[in-house]
């Protein structure tokens, strides 16, 4: 199914449920359990990530629905390259797959891509296609959609870091007046808005590694659902329990 019969197909009731002036700006989520899944099946855990592709096309078009302006999704961490070679090569090509037939109908539904992470290490091919994604899209606007790729929030935050140290020797910045908006800036979210909503699937109740800077303030919404069983209404469920929370960001 692709983006825009998805974008058809939404009849859930629980979409008019929300209240629309409180929709999140900025989702992340940690897709989980793409393994678990294909175990529990005893399928191999690359059917794991193939069927958790179609619940992410889900999130992209729930996203585009209910007014979500930015999506990011943990797709591949800095850690990952430790999984078998089988995975990682099998992941590599997915991903590709995955851009190059998605391609077109994102375009067409407005959605901007932007992978953050550091993609030099990867697989030329998918060097390409990131690059034709990002270009083909820039000028899109109804949904940033941020793949984290090779991604660390330590790692980015050292080269922000290191980035800075290189700009300041350059009399581009006075640390004297480093804020937390010039800092931000130099991450690779650079201006996107903050998560006001993360999500993480599979039972885990961990952030790992995933937009530490940049989640201060975030809600985190922690379900048991596996992430290729992770559908529209889980998604909407989601929204749902955001809008009952009472954000303060520290005041009374
Ligand atoms: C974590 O599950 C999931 C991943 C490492 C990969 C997720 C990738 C996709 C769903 C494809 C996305 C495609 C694009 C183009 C962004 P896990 O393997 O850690 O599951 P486990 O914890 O059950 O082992």
């Keep these: 199914m692709n983006i825009s019969s998805f974008l058809s197909s939404i009849t859930t009731p629980r979409i008019d449920d929300l209240k629309k002036g409180n929709i999140p700006k900025h989702v992340g989520i940690i897709m989980d359990g793409n393994g ?13 990530h193939k069927a958790g592709v179609q619940s992410l ?59 953050i992470g550091d993609r030099k290490k990867s697989p030329q091919k998918l060097r390409d296609s990131f690059r034709n994604a990002e270009s083909l899209t820039s000028g899109n606007s109804k949904l940033v959609f941020n793949i984290a790729f090779n991604y660390g929030s330590r790692q980015e935050i050292i080269k922000a870091i290191k980035n800075m140290y290189e700009d300041a020797k350059k009399n581009k910045i006075e640390i004297e007046k480093l804020d937390e908006d010039t800092f931000s800036g130099y991450l690779y979210t650079g201006k996107t808005p903050d998560p006001d909503l993360i999500i993480r699937t599979s039972g885990e109740y961990r952030i790992s590694n995933f937009m530490l800077w940049q989640s201060a303030y975030a809600e985190y919404y922690f379900t048991k659902t596996l992430w290729p069983d992770f559908n529209t209404s889980h998604y909407l469920k989601a929204i749902n329990a955001y809008q009952k929370r009472n954000r303060r960001f520290g005041k009374v």
């Design 57 to 115: 096309r889900q999130a992209i078009a729930t996203s585009i629905k209910i007014g979500v302006k930015y999506l990011t999704v943990f797709a591949f961490s800095s850690e990952n390259w430790e999984r078998p070679k089988k995975e990682v090569d099998f992941l590599m090509g997915l991903f590709v797959d995955c851009l190059n037939e998605e391609l077109d109908s994102l375009n067409k539904n407005g959605v901007r891509i932007k992978i």
């Design 36 to 48: 678990r899944w294909a175990s529990r099946r005893k399928l191999p855990r690359i059917l794991g």
